[in-house]
């Protein structure tokens, strides 16, 4: 009875009819408990005293805090994870040495003038008092200025409230007015979206200045500038012959007349330079926004808002101390969305889960780039190996996420680890924050259309991230990157299906280990004793396995099953060859309802 899939009521020696009850807290359905450990991966603060390279376990924020420092990448992730699911998880982090030859990202935004009607303001100081709030990915202060506080005043009144952060998610700078938000390390990742709110919308007759755009010379031909905010995009039309002014007069009255998450202003007298400004409740990142000319033979237009961060990882030597544990992650948080270093993680984790390792492990990345940018980089098509030709990747879209797109990846890595449903359909799962670890909606003028959003599912077996009815993000399709074939293996697409054939891998494996380790194979007449078995009588087991599999609602029809389970010795005769289906359960995507008028 040792391999039977039920578990027996023990009784005294009963015998008047009834029902008897009782509980087993000691025991399970019979099945063995699925890998709860996930990995964030990301940069730590020098100084700290996290080793780089080396995975480590993070049991608290102020563990995390130790270890990576308050201020770091890792540090933020894990409090996004923790927030996502507080407990049933056990977390891991990968501290990463951000690149030295690298630099940092670096944002502005200086308070100056409000400009009307598309022309810069003179202003010095607030007309009136009012309140200014700057946040960075949902983290940021609020703070107030009185009526006649010159600009520098209220830009060293948000720099001091800035440095009282603990967890400031950038290191911020002042040179009288114009601040600076630098990302807390070296190298080129997200970090999330700057948002800059009045509270009276610009009536105070202050506003933040993000950048520039600058037209050189006359347009040699008849082309088109193309303005971007990161999410829509808008097109200037340039006539041969249009001075550098009336180029810049065109894109100020081309952005002021869409709903793009940046203003625009100029000098009463064109001079050719646009000025950039934030848009109340409109997050934004700031390099996102750019301008593209085509055509136009000479006439240019040079884009000024902030410095990029330059430089990625190296993983060789983390990869290598990650081959060398025993245990598994059976999710990864990624940070970076650059093909080189994707194609190393690819590369480990389908290495790790062929059957000489056997680590089922599958990685989440997120990009909150634009609808079109996704497709031009096409990730799961670009990178080597593919993404698309595995189950074990998947991509998120996040269009014009406030949030940072490791904080999001961190968090469906918490949840996925936690969960105990092996099968359970991840389509629609919802994103949780708070204010320690915000996780603020995308706003309505910057979400993917519904076309979009079928799109990078069909096309790009990318999962969008939206906004549902609760106002929370939201991932609504539990996909990965794979590309099916057919019909045949639709189901390989879903995240659910990879866990689960993950889960029957590792389960089958010890469960017949624990029948049948030791014994002997006997070909030819059935076992007198327990020291031997035959082929049916493992095949016999693997059946017991699959009910047991079926009554946990993992295996689709173990009865269906039972004929096509093979066991027989067919390359050498000290080892026995077993082929079972493994038949899982379908996500229901989709009720397809036709109402039949009467």
Not at 187 to 210: H, I, P, Q, R, Y
Not at 239 to 251: C, E, R
Not at 486 to 500: E, F, I, Y
Request: charged share 15%.
């Amino acid at each position: 009875m040792a391999d039977t899939p039920f578990n027996l009521l023990k009784l005294p020696a009963v015998f008047e009819p009834s029902v008897y009850a009782s509980v087993v807290y000691d025991s399970d359905p019979g099945i063995a408990a699925p890998n709860n450990r996930y990995l964030l991966t990301g940069y730590f603060t020098a100084g700290y005293q996290a080793v780089s390279d080396v995975p480590v376990r993070v049991l608290s924020q102020a563990d995390a805090d130790v270890l990576f420092g308050p201020k770091s990448m890792l540090s933020h992730a894990y409090a996004a994870a923790k927030k996502q699911i507080a407990v049933g998880a056990e977390v891991w982090a990968l501290p990463l040495t951000a690149p030295s030859s690298g630099s940092a990202q670096v944002i502005n935004v200086e308070i100056v003038a409000e400009p009307a009607l598309g022309v810069l303001g003179a202003g010095t100081a607030a007309l009136s008092a009012d309140t200014v709030s700057l946040r960075l990915r949902g983290r940021g202060v609020t703070v107030g200025f009185k009526q006649s506080d010159d600009f520098a005043t209220i830009a060293t009144a948000i720099e001091t409230a800035w440095n009282k952060l603990s967890d400031a998610p950038a290191t911020i700078g002042r040179s009288t007015a114009a601040l600076t938000l630098t990302a807390p390390h070296k190298g080129d990742f997200d970090n999330g979206a700057v948002e800059v709110t009045f509270g009276s919308a610009g009536l105070s007759g202050v506003a933040a200045k993000m950048g520039t755009m600058t037209v050189a010379n006359a347009a040699g031909a008849t082309g088109t500038c193309v303005i971007s905010d990161g999410s829509k995009s808008v097109t200037v039309s340039v006539t041969n012959g249009d001075a550098a002014t009336a180029t810049g007069t065109a894109i100020v009255t081309k952005i002021n007349s869409t709903s793009l998450k940046i203003r625009a202003a100029q000098p009463s007298s064109p001079t050719g330079t646009v000025t950039l400004f934030y848009v109340n409740g409109r997050p934004v990142r700031p390099l996102q926004v750019s301008s593209t000319e085509t055509g136009l033979s000479g006439q240019t237009v040079t884009d000024a808002v902030g410095t990029a961060g330059v430089g990625v990882p190296t993983l060789t030597t983390a990869l290598a101390n990650i081959a060398a544990m025993d245990d598994s992650f059976k999710a990864w948080s990624l940070f970076f969305r650059s093909t080189t270093e994707l194609g190393s993680i690819a590369s480990h984790i389908v290495a790790q889960a062929a059957p000489q390792v056997g680590k089922g492990q599958v990685a989440i990345f997120a990009q909150a780039v634009s609808y079109a940018a996704m497709a031009s980089a096409n990730l799961p098509a670009s990178t080597s190996p593919r993404l698309d030709a595995y189950m074990r990747f998947v991509t998120l879209l996040a269009q014009c996420s406030p949030n940072a797109e490791w904080e999001l990846s961190a968090r469906y890595c918490a949840a996925v680890a936690a969960e105990t449903y092996v099968s359970r359909s991840w389509n629609g799962l919802e994103l949780i924050g708070d204010d320690i670890a915000p996780c603020p909606a995308i706003h309505p003028a910057d979400r993917l259309s519904l076309d979009e959003r079928n799109a990078a599912i069909g096309t790009y077996h990318t999962a969008p991230v939206v906004v549902n009815s609760a106002g929370r993000l939201a991932v609504s399709w539990g996909g990965n990157t794979y590309a099916p074939r057919g019909a045949k293996d639709g189901k390989l697409v879903k995240l659910s299906t990879t866990l689960t054939l993950d889960y029957f891998s590792y389960d089958l494996t010890r469960y017949l280990a624990s029948l049948f380790a030791g014994k002997k194979i006997k070909i030819s007449g059935q076992p007198r004793t327990s020291n031997a078995v035959t082929p049916n009588g493992v095949k016999a087991a693997v059946y017991r396995w699959c009910v047991r599999m079926d009554e946990a609602d993992l295996f689709d029809g173990a009865e269906k099953a039972r004929d096509a389970i093979m066991a027989a010795v067919v390359l050498s005769p000290t080892r026995l060859d077993i082929n079972v289906p493994w038949t899982t359960l379908a996500d229901l995507d989709i009720l397809a309802v036709s109402g039949l008028a009467g």
